[in-house]
């Protein structure tokens, strides 16, 4: 029986974010192939005392509690994670290299270790000097611990090519869900009905462009709603800028994780808007295209891949209002847009389509 170890996320089923998204899906598909899959779980050392085992799905999970919460806590929770595979046998697919360094355990064990990189973490502008510091060693040490690396998107294994052999670099991007249908009284609660506003759902963080698009948005009233997802909070510097710049068409909704609740916010928009200025394949920006909607993207070659030539693309606070003006006038461009988007998703990012190409890799080190 072919045996994968995932570590790097906190756990599944996904509860927080896009690498926990797709570990539960890589899982899922294994399992039902035959696999044997343990997945490391972060949980609180307030909690539980001690490692414990638990069965999901046929999926084995191992979990690892530790104290505290943050950054802090997820790099001891790695260390411990990496400590704890490293006595153990089998392919170890790890996610995301922002604790690569403690990866040299397995190395020293001989245990081989497919690294997904993610996108190129050192260069977000919410770390600071000494966290970029960190992120960048352990992206080279990433490099040289892996014996293989998968890139998210063909910009991310150009980047990684400069630092290793391309042959040690597979790129596979990540998938989403097919969503043609979504019932439209979910999204009542928000004040809103089908094709009356634009969404927006992304960290709120300046280089995710929020501050750019809300200020462009509310430069003149639209006849629609922003909707705006997100954890805004009350001391943080940049969340109350990008508040205090919205027009009274801006609806900050708050934090939103049930799919049934985010497909129908997708679905029944007129318009999504990606600010992403940085990364590889962004999970938010495939699922907009897995919904078949019409997108508005900052334009830079990480976005520009992954949508292709059907969507729209702003630059700054100034292009962004212009082609506001353009789109949300415009329901016949919007619907041709949205053809292309659901095109785009069918050639690329279907999650069977990404799960075929990841059994295949893991497959041939499960024999090496």
């Keep these: 029986m072919k045996k994968l170890i995932i570590t790097g996320i906190r756990g599944v089923p996904a509860t927080h974010g896009g690498f926990e998204t797709f570990a539960e899906n890589l899982t899922l598909f294994l399992v039902n192939k035959g696999w044997s899959v343990d997945v490391y779980c972060q949980e609180s050392k307030t909690e539980y005392p001690s490692i414990f085992e638990s069965e999901w799905c046929g999926v084995r999970r191992i979990h690892i509690p530790v104290h505290g919460k943050g950054a802090k806590a997820t790099v001891l929770f790695d260390y411990l994670s990496i400590k704890h595979a490293s006595g153990m ?32 973490e050192w260069k977000r502008a919410k770390w600071s000097w000494y966290e970029k510091a960190w992120l960048y060693m352990n992206e080279r040490a990433a490099c040289l611990i892996g014996h293989h690396l998968i890139a998210d998107h063909p910009a991310i294994a150009q980047h990684l090519g400069s630092r290793t052999r391309d042959d040690k670099i597979t790129m596979i991007p990540y998938g989403a869900r097919s969503v043609t249908s979504a019932d439209a009284s979910l999204i009542t609660t928000f004040g809103i009905h089908p094709k009356s506003y634009a969404v927006l759902i992304a960290r709120p963080e300046p280089e995710n462009s929020i501050y750019e698009i809300v200020k462009a948005f509310s430069s003149k009233t639209r006849g629609m709603s922003l909707v705006v997802l997100g954890r805004y909070d009350e001391d943080n510097t940049y969340h109350q800028k990008v508040i205090q710049a919205a027009s009274h068409e801006v609806r900050f909704v708050g934090a939103v994780y049930e799919h049934a609740i985010l497909d129908a916010l997708r679905f029944h928009a007129a318009l999504y808007i990606h600010g992403h200025t940085v990364g590889g394949t962004n999970p938010s920006l495939i699922e907009a295209l897995g919904a078949g909607q019409a997108i508005l ?50 050639e690329e990012f279907t999650w069977d389509n990404i799960l075929l190409q990841y059994e295949k890799l893991l497959s041939r080190w499960c024999r090496v």
């Excluded at 900052?298 to 030539?309: A, I, K, L, Q, S």
């Excluded at 100034?318 to 619907?335: H, I, N, P, Q, R």
């Design 89 to 120: 046998n089998g392919l170890v697919l790890t996610l995301g290299y922002n604790t690569a360094i403690f990866n040299a355990l397995l190395r020293v064990k001989g245990i081989k270790n497919v690294i997904n990189m993610d996108g190129i």
């Design 297 to 346: 993207a900052h334009d830079n070659p990480f976005n520009r891949w992954v949508v292709g030539e059907g969507a729209a693309f702003f630059r700054d606070e100034t292009t962004c209002s212009e082609l506001l003006d353009k789109l949300l006038k415009d329901t016949a461009l919007l619907d041709m847009m949205a053809v292309a988007s659901r095109r785009r998703y069918e």
